[in-house]
């Protein structure tokens, strides 16, 4: 639900999705940032932000476990998965940035850089929607 301009989602059912433009085929340099407040954590991953569908995959940016999980697909090598060591505790507020400039992934969590991954290949473009919340094929 929306409270004050925010969105709570609850796992199942409920994301916002924006139908696919060009402006999100990010393929070589982007900046994403997504304020999160996890409740609980799961086995499988939980998308914040995800452009994926039946095979047509661009990548993702969630929380595994109770770790961020970023997922590149490669137009070289399929999927590339970055993940870190930082833990996420229930109940908080995060503000995470993802950065990738200059053949680098920057991870950020409250403005601390946590991880600093190398990407130098294209990310595959999608004609998948971008959606914010949890997995969605349509």
Request: aromatic letters at 18%; proline letters at 2%; zero cysteines.
């Amino acid at each position: 639900g929306k409270t004050i301009n925010a969105y709570s989602f609850k796992g199942v059912n409920n994301d916002i999705i924006i139908k696919n433009e060009n402006q999100f085929d990010f393929q070589k340099e982007f900046t994403f940032s997504i304020w999160f407040k996890p409740r609980v954590y799961s086995v499988s991953q939980k998308f914040l932000v995800s452009k994926f569908k039946n095979y047509d995959d661009a990548y993702s940016f969630g929380i595994e476990k109770n770790l961020m999980d970023v997922r590149l697909y490669s137009t070289k090598n399929g999927w590339q998965i970055y993940s870190d060591n930082h833990v996420l505790d229930t109940n908080q507020w995060y503000l995470s940035n993802f950065v990738l400039s200059n053949n680098n992934l920057l991870i950020y969590i409250n403005g601390n850089l946590i991880s600093s991954k190398t990407f130098s290949d294209s990310i595959r473009n999608s004609s998948a929607p971008l959606v914010f919340g949890n997995f969605y094929y349509p």
